[in-house]
């Protein structure tokens, strides 16, 4: 398996994450920036040329991270409305993206 965290630059900021400029910065069609950190290089242009990525920075405007590596998937992504957000079409629309941006960059 491959690691991998992608983070919206903007909550990595809020954390004091360090330099991030040494990361590659990817952009979703609302203008908001995401980090992706790989394990290797290669794997940058293997993940950012799958267009599941995008679908994926699309729909978790409000994320905060996702991890995929050896030990399991992390996904945070912060709510206002917790009711809302939990849904089960929202939930569900959410962990298929989930899963198939993990299997995409396997």
């Not at 290669?42 to 729909?59: A, D, G, R, W, Y």
């Amino acid at each position: 398996k491959t690691s991998l965290t992608l983070s919206a630059k903007k909550w990595l900021e809020e954390q004091n994450a360090g330099e991030l400029n040494d990361y590659s910065t990817l952009e979703n069609d609302y203008g908001e920036k995401f980090i992706l950190r790989p394990i290797s290089e290669t794997k940058v242009k293997q993940v950012t040329e799958n267009p599941i990525l995008l679908e994926f920075i699309n729909e978790f405007r409000d994320l905060a991270y996702y991890f995929s590596g050896k030990t399991g998937i992390l996904c945070e992504y912060i709510v206002d409305q917790a009711a809302e957000a939990t849904t089960f079409d929202q939930l569900k629309r959410r962990l298929i993206l989930i899963e198939k941006l993990t299997k995409a960059i396997q």
